[in-house]
């Protein structure tokens, strides 16, 4: 028997986007006549058995919100095996014969779970600002993400240059440095500072120092929250104890990075990956990863989407360095 009501969840950390993304699993569930059901709170959701059922008017006018509406929390009981069968009894109770999963590779691991424990067929949509996911060139928020923190940082830099200041801008990024590496290019940044690549503060100090020496007294560094210096907070401390006579301000630009209406680019690869998520349960597929590679679809196994990642490419780091002399 084919597929007949699929569940759809958002789950993990929100990205510009998971909206735009649930609306099209919604209208491209219902364009081949299969019902729909939103579980609330991600797995928590499924746990508790929180399920509403969804049309074109539920999911009408929300293209452009940020967040979603569907809501996401952490779910410990689900990390159990009693909570995962729970969740199962739910998902067979309500009906539902499939998932869509829309999150990043945490999320992912709990839809693999629930393939391989209990055979339901499940596909996964990348959506994390954090652009690290295995098997897709871009993930849902990215693109919104950086475009935020590059208005954000021009916004600084008039007041870095105003004042004669440099500016430790921390940028989200604990484990991939994605974000720093594209907002640090974009912007001009003097220094940027990304998880997969080892610096050390005094390469940093004498590389400012010789700037100072050119009279350039203001200045943008980028600080990944992973970076090897540490947090930008403590990056500039060790700036200023170095380097007394420049005068250090920071901001942490933080959760402002999540939110905010979605950019075209992830309007469109959200509605794009949503509607493929469909055709793969259709076509019978599951336990996959929906994503794109070289603008077209890509079909990735949940267990690699689980443990690899999407490495930085090295070359862009270089040509930053070349760009900001």
């Excluded at 569940?7 to 729909?36: C, H």
């Excluded at 989200?172 to 974009?186: Q, W």
Aim: some cysteine; aromatic content about 6%; proline content about 3%.
């Amino acid at each position: 028997m084919g597929v007949t009501k699929i569940g759809v969840l958002t789950s993990g950390g929100d990205s510009p986007g998971m909206n735009a993304a649930i609306r099209a699993v919604v209208r491209s569930a219902m364009f081949y006549k299969l019902e729909v059901v939103g579980v609330y709170k991600g797995y928590k959701g499924l746990v508790n058995a929180d399920f509403v059922p969804m049309n074109s008017k539920s999911v009408s006018k929300i293209i452009n919100l940020g967040g979603t509406i569907l809501q996401t929390s952490r779910c410990m009981e689900f990390m159990t095996p009693e909570g995962r069968k729970q969740a199962y009894e739910n998902m067979k109770k309500e009906g539902i014969d499939a998932l869509v999963v829309i999150g990043g590779d945490g999320s992912f691991r709990g839809a693999k779970a629930l393939f391989e424990e209990f055979g339901v067929p499940v596909v996964g949509i990348p959506a994390t600002i954090d652009n690290d996911i295995f098997g897709t060139d871009f993930t849902i928020g990215f693109d919104t993400a950086i475009n935020t923190a590059i208005d954000a940082i021009d916004k600084i830099r008039d007041t870095a240059m105003s004042h004669n200041n440099i500016f430790f801008v921390e940028v989200m990024g604990r484990h991939s440095g994605a974000i720093a590496l594209s907002t640090g290019m974009a912007t001009g940044a003097e220094v940027t500072l990304i998880p997969e690549v080892e610096q050390d503060i005094d390469s940093l100090c004498n590389y400012l120092k010789i700037e100072r020496r050119k009279n350039k007294t203001s200045g943008i560094i980028v600080v990944a929250e992973g970076s090897p210096l540490g947090s930008a907070e403590e990056v500039a401390a060790k700036v200023k104890e170095r380097i007394p006579e420049y005068d250090t301000r920071i901001s942490i630009l933080g959760h402002i990075q999540r939110g905010g209406s979605p950019s075209c680019n992830d309007r469109v690869l959200a509605s794009l990956l949503g509607y493929d998520a469909v055709c793969a349960l259709l076509d019978g597929k599951k336990g996959v990863m929906i994503g794109q590679v070289n603008n077209k679809t890509a079909y990735v196994p949940l267990s690699d989407a689980c443990s690899k990642h999407n490495p930085i490419d090295k070359s862009i780091y270089e040509i930053t360095k070349i760009l900001s002399v």
